[in-house]
């Protein structure tokens, strides 16, 4: 699969045990990293599957990618954006923020919010790169919680 090539569906209740899956292994290098899960990995899946917006590219067991939005009034929030590990490389996560900020234009939203681990240095100057601003750190007992946000415009 390539960033061409993904196509993203409605995730379903049957989607739930290969996106936990798809998660954990999306987020590995990350819990190794901090000696702990990061929030997207573990999280209780079939209540965001009922409150959040999740689309994931392939099928069966061993899902490509997934896309968890979570929409507001007034901007979109990307919750996560995980691809499968055998994946990476192919601009497939360049793919899924292009349609994160595709289906937010498509609502007339003309913002996009995310966060990372400020230890993630790659994942905040990919976002930085891709036009994303910190809006400001978040000092949290246990971690260092960086939030961005990027005002889409007319084109996208």
Known sequence: MTAAQVVLRPATKAD???LALLQEAAYAPMTARLGRRPMPVGADFAALLDAMDIRVAGEGEALDAALILDWKADHLVI??????????GRRIGSALLDAAEAAAAGRGLALVR???NALFTENLAWYQRRGYGIDRVEEL????????SRQ???EH
């Open 152 to 154: 889409l415009t007319r």
């Open 79 to 88: 919750w996560s954006i995980a691809v499968s590990p055998v994946l990476k």
């Open 16 to 18: 739930l045990p290969a």
């Open 114 to 116: 995310l966060w990372t």
């Open 141 to 148: 007992p246990d971690r260092r919680v960086v939030h961005l």
